[in-house]
């Protein structure tokens, strides 16, 4: 099930992509962007690219960040449930003591 939501994710963003490169062949017009100390000039249809593909990266990356802190915090948590497991079944193994 999880491969199917994949597959679909990637049909349904590499369709985005193709959506939007007919529409950037459709934009050829000239337009002038102010950077902070410097202007260029640039077709609509890069422009927008660019900024969207720096966006879905920036994205990606915060995202996979994100991900990868969860997991670590899932592993630590899992050892320590590990070793209170052990400790657990150590004290039910001991006899009672009175």
């Given at each position: 099930m999880k491969k199917i939501?994949?597959?679909?994710?990637?049909?349904?963003?590499?369709g985005c992509f193709m959506v939007a490169m007919a529409l950037g062949t459709q934009?050829?017009?000239i337009v002038n962007f102010d950077f902070l100390i410097a202007?260029?000039?640039?077709q609509l249809s890069a422009l927008l690219g660019?900024?969207?593909g720096s966006g879905f990266g920036i994205g990606w990356l915060?995202?996979?960040?994100?991900?990868?802190?969860a997991?670590?915090?899932?592993?630590?948590?899992k050892?320590?449930?590990q070793k209170q497991q052990l400790e657990l079944d150590q004290l039910r193994?001991?006899?009672?003591?009175?």
């Open positions: 939501l994949t597959a679909l994710t990637v049909l349904i963003l590499l934009n050829q017009q202007q260029g000039e640039f660019i900024a969207f915060i995202c996979g960040l994100l991900y990868l802190k997991r670590f915090v899932r592993n630590r948590l050892k320590k449930v193994a001991e006899p009672v003591k009175e």
